[in-house]
């Protein structure tokens, strides 16, 4: 039974809790904005082999995770479910390959099937899940450089190792094209221990070569192709994105040393409890070679990472398959061995959690409301609901551990599906302004020019409009190295040129303004522009349409 149902139950309840939510909410700003714009402006423009941020060069990331996201939006639609559809299909990827490899390792259905519903459970990959940017894509990459790895070490036959080898070659020039060099770095991370412990250096240099050279080959087309076209692109890519992130005195997001650790502990929610008799299990097992790949798989990412001076609690999303994997093979031999109490406590902190939530959310909107009364109601209850529902299923899971110890997952993918539309409009109205802008997008696509001071609500204007060109103001941002070209020198008006600006460009027609107002240096920007254009605003949001003036 359970080797025959696994898989379609796990892809019924992939289909229901991660693809219906994904058109429920407008774009987040500023990471979904900008790759629905770049990837929609590969679309528009046809330039496929560099990217480009509202006509700005772009180069922090290279294409294959933008190329996705276009194509997703060439099938679907240039809307939220296209955009989002890319990141909620490579997550349904990693949960069928939790499934396969599970199966791979230990050939028990049930196993399998555990592994795969806590991988599929965690907070944290649920809520990436119904994200566009490139996390998503490239932890599929990752993960399947390490279920290919597998392979390549399991395998008995020759061509079952020239396969998976082939298909590792594959995987990292896929997660090189989507994220960079790091996509090579990591299995040789994972396979050269390995293969060091077993006496097997020789077969790693045998066969690694040829994955490798099928990566390189792969790859190198594109590789030449935006060579060709940017000259610099690779001298940008490799030493701001890679060195200077990774190790440079100045790199962006520093760290200590042991973020991570706290952090993934709180990924593995709504299972933290069943971390440390997992971690006690696989110490004791680490000679099994099973055991011992999955924890190199695990730590060696992490410890990378963690050394890094750049981070972002996406990084280690890598990190979560092979956690799963032990976690089931953990969690399964305690329900064979009909050991329910560390699920019994993972119930109950679970509930803890719930209910110091629900008391905090009505302590905050009895003396300082989050939701407004009345026209936030909906909202409101939406989030009581959610709580509801998770109280209600860890406490069943907390009374009758052994027979629901699945039911926390319900409730992570209750908060998947409803949490979006349940945050109060004071988030909404702020980070997904382009709902604001579809309001009145009739009266903004006349405009001959378009101007922002927010590169996030800027991306948004964009890629409704489906319109690239933005002209900034008195903003920079992350298009610093783009508005550095000649060619861009245009594309962006300061505080001393932008009345000038305003009354050139009204005369060639309309011109539509989107702003971000939160501060006294905003409001300023404001003031400078002229009087008599209409005015909507929502949240910090301000959107202004300029009539036509006669030369």
């Given at each position: 039974m359970i080797r025959r149902w696994a898989l379609p139950l796990l892809l019924l309840a992939f289909a229901v809790f991660?693809?219906?939510?994904?058109?429920?909410?407008?774009?987040?700003?500023?990471?979904?904005?900008?790759?629905?714009?770049?990837?929609?402006?590969?679309?528009?423009?046809?330039?496929?082999?560099?990217?480009?941020?509202?006509?700005?060069?772009?180069?922090?990331?290279?294409?294959?995770?933008?190329?996705?996201?276009?194509?997703?939006?060439?099938?679907?639609?240039?809307?939220l479910f296209g955009v989002r559809f890319a990141s909620a299909l490579s997550t349904g990827l990693s949960i069928v390959l939790v499934y396969f490899v599970a199966r791979k390792l230990w050939n028990e259905p049930r196993k399998s099937l555990i592994s795969a519903v806590l991988y599929m459970s965690f907070v944290s990959v649920?809520?990436?899940?119904?994200?566009?940017?490139?996390?998503?894509?490239?932890?599929?990459?990752?993960?399947?450089?390490?279920?290919?790895?597998?392979?390549?070490?399991?395998?008995?036959?020759?061509?079952?190792?020239?396969?998976?080898?082939?298909?590792?070659?594959?995987?990292?020039?896929?997660?090189?094209?989507?994220?960079?060099?790091?996509?090579?770095l990591l299995p040789v991370l994972i396979i050269l221990?390995?293969?060091?412990?077993?006496?097997?250096?020789?077969e790693?240099?045998?066969?690694?070569?040829?994955?490798?050279?099928?990566?390189?080959?792969?790859?190198?087309?594109w590789a030449l192709a935006v060579h060709a076209q940017e000259p610099d692109y690779w001298n940008f890519f490799f030493w701001h994105e890679h060195i200077q992130r990774f190790a440079g005195a100045k790199a962006q997001h520093t760290e200590p040393f042991w973020y991570y650790l706290p952090l993934l502990v709180a990924f593995s929610l709504p299972w933290i409890a069943l971390l440390p008799s997992t971690l006690k299990q696989a110490w004791l097992e680490k000679r099994a070679q099973e055991t011992a790949f999955l924890l190199l798989w695990l730590l060696m990412p992490l410890a990378f990472f963690s050394l890094a001076k750049g981070k972002l609690p996406s990084y280690i999303m890598p990190c979560l398959l092979p956690l799963a994997l032990l976690m089931g093979n953990t969690l399964a031999d305690k329900l064979a061995q009909a050991r329910g109490r560390v699920l019994r406590i993972n119930g109950w902190l679970n509930l803890v959690l719930g209910v110091l939530a629900l008391l905090a959310l009505t302590w905050f909107q009895l003396k300082k409301p989050v939701y407004e009364h009345g026209e936030e109601l909906?909202?409101?209850?939406?989030?009581?609901?959610?709580?509801?529902?998770?109280?209600?299923?860890?406490?069943?899971?907390?009374?009758?551990?052994?027979?629901?110890?699945?039911?926390p997952a319900l409730g992570s993918w209750l908060l998947v599906a409803l949490a979006p539309a349940a945050l109060p409009h004071s988030v909404v109205y702020n980070k997904t302004p382009d709902q604001f802008i579809i309001d009145h997008?009739?009266?903004?696509?006349?405009?001959?020019?378009?101007?922002?001071?927010?590169?996030?609500?800027?991306?948004?204007?964009?890629?409704r409009l489906a319109h690239p060109q933005i002209t900034l103001y008195n903003?920079?941002?992350?298009?610093?190295?783009?508005?550095?070209?000649?060619?861009?020198?245009?594309?962006?008006?300061?505080?001393?040129?932008?009345?000038?600006?305003?009354?050139?460009?009204?005369?060639?027609?309309?011109?539509?303004?989107v702003m971000r107002v939160k501060g006294d240096n905003e409001e300023h920007e404001l003031d400078l522009l002229p009087k008599d254009g209409k005015r909507y605003k929502q949240g910090n949001i301000v959107i202004l349409i300029f009539p036509q003036r006669a030369p």
């Open positions: 991660y693809l219906l939510p994904l058109a429920t909410h407008g774009l987040w700003i500023p990471d979904e904005a900008r790759y629905a714009q770049i990837s929609q402006e590969m679309l528009l423009t046809g330039k496929w082999a560099s990217p480009h941020f509202m006509g700005f060069r772009y180069f922090e990331k290279p294409v294959a995770g933008y190329w996705v996201i276009a194509l997703s939006q060439a099938i679907f639609g240039q809307n649920a809520a990436l899940g119904g994200y566009a940017n490139l996390d998503p894509q490239f932890t599929f990459w990752v993960n399947l450089m390490g279920a290919a790895l597998w392979f390549c070490v399991d395998s008995t036959t020759r061509r079952g190792r020239l396969w998976s080898w082939a298909l590792l070659g594959v995987a990292c020039s896929m997660g090189f094209m989507t994220k960079g060099f790091l996509a090579w221990p390995y293969m060091i412990w077993q006496k097997r250096f020789r790693l240099l045998t066969y690694g070569l040829g994955a490798a050279v099928l990566a390189i080959a792969v790859s190198l087309p909906s909202s409101l209850l939406l989030m009581f609901l959610f709580l509801f529902g998770w109280i209600v299923v860890n406490l069943l899971q907390a009374t009758r551990p052994l027979q629901l110890w699945a039911a997008i009739q009266e903004l696509k006349p405009a001959k020019q378009l101007l922002s001071n927010d590169l996030g609500a800027a991306s948004a204007l964009s890629w903003s920079i941002g992350e298009v610093k190295y783009g508005l550095a070209y000649p060619d861009a020198a245009l594309r962006k008006v300061n505080l001393n040129k932008v009345q000038q600006w305003m009354a050139d460009a009204r005369k060639k027609g309309p011109v539509g303004v």
